[in-house]
């Protein structure tokens, strides 16, 4: 059964980097056509897409965060990772990695998800 | 102020039969663009209830359903229960903006 975890800091500190992996277990990521996505849930609020990763490494970045996003994979780690650079307040949230079934298409299964505060 | 509108909240009783909408546009749901939902237990990780417009994934129980039309998308649970009690979430892609899209959620409250 495919399995997904996120790993990473909880407090980062406006104007630095945030950086999450997500590790996959129950396969393995370079055997299939696998894509992996960010969703991001701030406190009491709706989600948003961050952005998606093929295995193979193409990216694709929602727009709005695009300038600040690098999404990269390590198929000998079956971990994907995540990092957001110059933070604020604004992307305090619970950080979620999931299978999205292709490009643009639905996220099954989800990791449990991971919150991010940003504050000095 | 997503681009998929969804209403705040919606309410029914035990057994009863509620729908959530999910409306778009012609640069998403109206141009063809497959929508799934999802439902968020409070407090838990959002899980997949319906993909590509109708499909139910195993274990989801056949209560929910899905249908979609125009520029716009529904989730029906019907033999309402309490145990339903959650946010709701649609999603599909949008071309014009290029990203996948959320609607805004819904919180359905048994009554």
């Known amino acids: 059964q495919l399995q997904l975890q996120e790993s990473g800091p909880g407090l980062v500190k406006p104007s630095e980097t945030l950086s999450l992996t997500c590790t996959v277990s129950?396969?393995?990521?370079?055997?299939?056509?696998?894509?992996c996505g960010w969703i991001r849930q701030p406190p009491g609020k709706g989600l948003e897409w961050i952005g998606t990763?093929?295995?193979?490494?193409?990216?694709y970045y929602n727009p709005s965060l695009k300038s600040r996003v690098t999404i990269s994979v390590d198929t000998s780690k079956n971990q994907f990772s995540l990092k957001l650079s110059s933070v604020t307040a604004a992307d305090t949230a619970v950080y979620y990695c999931?299978?999205?079934?292709?490009?643009?298409?639905?996220?099954?299964?989800w990791g449990q998800g991971t919150l991010v505060t940003v504050s000095s | 102020q997503s681009v998929l509108t969804q209403p705040p909240s919606v309410s029914g009783a035990p057994g009863q039969r509620v729908t959530i909408s999910c409306t778009g546009s012609?640069?998403?749901?109206?141009?063809?663009?497959?929508v799934h939902w999802y439902q968020q237990l409070p407090g838990t990780v959002p899980k997949l209830l319906i993909y590509?417009?109708?499909n139910r994934p195993s274990g989801v129980p056949d209560r929910f359903s899905g249908s979609k039309s125009g520029t716009s998308a529904s989730l029906a649970i019907t033999g309402l229960q309490a145990e339903d009690e959650a946010d709701y979430y649609c999603?599909?892609?949008?071309?014009?903006?290029?990203?996948?899209?959320f609607g805004g959620g819904t919180k359905l409250t048994v009554l």
């Open positions: 999931a299978r999205e079934a292709g490009s643009f298409s639905w996220f099954d299964p």
């Open positions: 129950g396969g393995s990521i370079s055997s299939s056509n696998y894509y």
């Open positions: 990763i093929y295995y193979s490494g193409s990216t």
């Open positions: 012609s640069s998403n749901i109206g141009a063809g663009y497959d």
């Open positions: 590509g417009n109708i």
């Open positions: 999603q599909s892609y949008d071309s014009s903006l290029s990203v996948s899209v």
